[in-house]
C-alpha cells in the first residue's frame, strides 16, 4: 500500500490549505484514516482522524479550525486547516489502518510553513 500526500506549502497566519492524501495497493477494508503532524524538536502527534463509516476525533487545540474528510470510493483523505497560526508548521503524515486493524501504513509528509 501505498500513500501519496499532496497539497503541503507556503501560507500566511490567517490563511487555509487543503491536504490530500491518497492510498493505492492491496487494501482489503479501510478502518481509519489520519493526519499526523510533527513539528521540529516535538513529537509526532495525532492531527485528526476519520473511521470508514464517518466519525471523526480531532485534537482538542485544532477543533474549530481543522476539518478531516474522506472520499472513500478513492480511498482519499483530505485535511482542509483554516485559520492557519505560525505553530501548525510541521510535516504533516497521514496514515491509515486497513484490514480490520491489522495493517498500518504512512505517508512520506507534506511540509506546511505558516508565516506570521
Known amino acids: 500500500v501505498q500513500l501519496q500526500a499532496s497539497g503541503g506549502g507556503l501560507a500566511q497566519t490567517g490563511g487555509s490549505l487543503r491536504l490530500s492524501c491518497a492510498a493505492s495497493?492491496?487494501?482489503?477494508?479501510?478502518?481509519?484514516m489520519a493526519w499526523y503532524r510533527q513539528a521540529p524538536g516535538k513529537q509526532r502527534e495525532l492531527v485528526a482522524s476519520v473511521t470508514f463509516g464517518g466519525g471523526t476525533n480531532y485534537a482538542d487545540a485544532l477543533k474549530g479550525r481543522f476539518t478531516i474528510s474522506t472520499d472513500n470510493a478513492k480511498n482519499t483523505v483530505y485535511l482542509q486547516m483554516n485559520s492557519l497560526k505560525p505553530e501548525d508548521t510541521a510535516v504533516y503524515y497521514c496514515?491509515?489502518?486497513?484490514?480490520?486493524?491489522?495493517?498500518?501504513?504512512w505517508g512520506q509528509g507534506t511540509q506546511v510553513t505558516v508565516s506570521s
Open positions: 495497493g492491496s487494501i482489503i477494508r479501510m478502518n481509519v
Open positions: 496514515n491509515v489502518i486497513t484490514d480490520w486493524g491489522s495493517k498500518t501504513y
